[in-house]
């Protein structure tokens, strides 16, 4: 083109943008503005967008800034992509004082900062938010509600959902199929699954949306086997689109409750109905068998998948390590390397619990260290937890207290729990006395402490010491909870 127009580098920044190639429309926006040719609103934009889609927080900055010296700095369109730009690549602060700083503000604007802040995690924002944008008497409409469920379901305060629920109704939102799926799957967060079935009978035709969130909302319980299975066969005869993510919800249901009778059925229609390659789905069928104690089939479906992460793997090497195959999990985990997929905090929490019942200590440590040093990953207190609980194992009480002392974060009830246990086994008083003092003033609540200490006594013929525990346990703990058989 011998000349080009600012609607002709727009279409070209626009194109790459939508198109997953967004370094390219930052170099073509760069290209443009050497060339002398002004951006307009449209073309800040695609290039805002560009910005999220590649996380270059730089690029956005500079974009903000071009826009802050131009005409188009209170542009409400430019604004609010700015915004949504700021909270893609992670800067609330940024889009907050961005939103703050607006003179207008329509139901566009409203929608993206509410967004942001459920994508951030930041729920309890988004729905004062909500709040404000009522106050300021700005109508939502059925995206508001959609970002706003979301929060409710992530707070899990059922209160809010119903506060919601009536405003749906009262603005005339209650044919809206988004708007109704997102209602269903934030009572069913709230484990209010009456409500949520209730709403799921009240629709004319149900869709996948709404039928996927009431089926994972029963995948939770176990005492809901019956009810998942009879909408499913509901959903079935019905002739629905089923798809991996309500076959995985399923799959899940049958893992947590146990029901391999219902998983090998489930598996039957997959392989008669469902494409090959869906990895989460075939992750679901994998911990399903595994969970179940069926570890040929488990294997075999791990064998069959054309295509496996690392949530596959560890799927696998945490059933092995929960029933004592150490050894197994290890080689797994061998071969997982070997395939070139990098391992997880999870891997390693599931090698460190493998290692720790089947009595491998010192590869178990190895592991622990070697997540540090060689793949960057810091330990949660799960790790500490499975580490220090190791070496207790394998009788290395004081590594296991200088563990517990030169650690980053502090120690919980667990780490100290697992340092009593093996004091108490390894008849070591000194450290099963000062973890018992610490323990206490995390959780002076539970009795078993207290319990275990006294015995600790008791065993050393420490009679008056043990008498003194146990009153303690009787003035300060809620008592040891009553057993119970269902026989």
């Known amino acids: 083109m011998p000349h080009r127009s600012v609607v002709s580098w727009t279409a070209m920044v626009s194109g790459y943008s939508r198109n997953g190639r967004p370094r390219e429309a930052l170099e073509l926006f760069a290209l443009m503005c050497a060339s002398g040719v002004r951006p307009n ?54 889009a907050r004082r961005l939103f703050t700083e607006m003179e207008r503000k329509d ?44 929060a409710c379901g992530a707070v899990s305060v059922l209160g809010n959902v119903e506060l919601i629920h009536t405003c749906i109704i009262k603005l005339g939102y209650w044919g809206e199929k988004v708007v109704i799926g997102s209602l269903i799957d934030a009572y069913v967060k709230c484990r209010s699954m009456s409500s949520a ?22 995948s939770m319980d176990r005492n809901h086997t019956e009810d998942a299975m009879e909408l499913f066969c509901n959903i079935h005869r019905g002739g629905l689109r089923i798809d991996g993510v309500l076959l995985s919800s399923l799959l899940g249901l049958c893992a947590n409750a146990a029901s391999l009778s219902l998983g090998t059925q489930i598996h039957a229609y997959m392989c008669k109905k469902q494409p090959m390659g869906d990895v989460a789905l075939d992750n679901a069928l994998v911990d399903m068998y595994a969970k179940a104690g069926e570890f040929s089939d488990a294997r075999r479906a791990f064998d069959e998948m054309p295509h496996r992460n690392v949530v596959s793997w560890t799927s696998l090497i945490t059933a092995y390590g929960k029933n004592g195959f150490g050894g197994d999990a290890m080689s797994l985990f061998d071969r997982m390397l070997e395939d070139g997929v990098k391992p997880n905090d999870v891997t390693f929490l599931s090698l460190l619990s493998a290692c720790g019942h089947s009595g491998l200590m010192s590869r178990g440590m190895e592991y622990f260290t070697s997540m540090m040093s060689k793949y960057g990953i810091d330990p949660r207190a799960e790790h500490y937890s499975s580490a220090i609980d190791l070496l ?18 502090e120690p919980n009830s667990s780490m100290l729990g697992a340092m009593l246990g093996a004091c108490k086994a390894y008849g070591n008083m000194p450290l099963g006395e000062t973890a018992a003092k610490n323990l206490f003033s995390i959780a002076p609540e539970s009795s078993v402490n207290y319990a275990v200490l006294a015995n600790m006594y008791a065993e050393s013929n420490l009679w008056e010491d043990a008498r003194s525990t146990r009153k303690l346990m009787a003035e300060t703990s809620s008592g040891k909870e009553a057993g119970c058989s269902i026989i």
Not at 62 to 74: I, L, P, S, W
Not at 394 to 408: F, P, R, S, T, Y
């Open 392 to 409: 207790g194992r394998g009788g290395q009480l004081e590594e296991a207290w200088k563990l517990v002392q030169n650690m980053d974060i």
């Open 107 to 150: 139901v566009v604007s409203w929608n993206a900062l509410l967004r942001g802040f459920v994508e951030r995690g930041h729920c309890s924002d988004a729905l004062g938010l909500l709040s404000s944008m009522l106050r300021q008497e700005m109508l939502p409409d059925h995206f508001t509600f959609g970002s706003a469920l979301k």
């Open 197 to 218: 079935r209730v709403i799921y009978d009240s629709i004319c035709e149900p869709d996948l949306v709404s039928s996927t969130a009431l089926i994972s909302g029963y």
């Open 41 to 94: 609103q449209f073309t800040y934009g695609s290039v805002a967008s560009a910005c999220s889609a590649s996380g270059c927080v730089r690029s956005g900055e500079q974009v903000h800034a071009c826009v802050a010296k131009g005409r188009f700095a209170g542009d409400m369109f430019v604004q609010s992509a700015l915004m949504d730009m700021h909270l893609r690549c992670g800067s609330v602060g940024d």
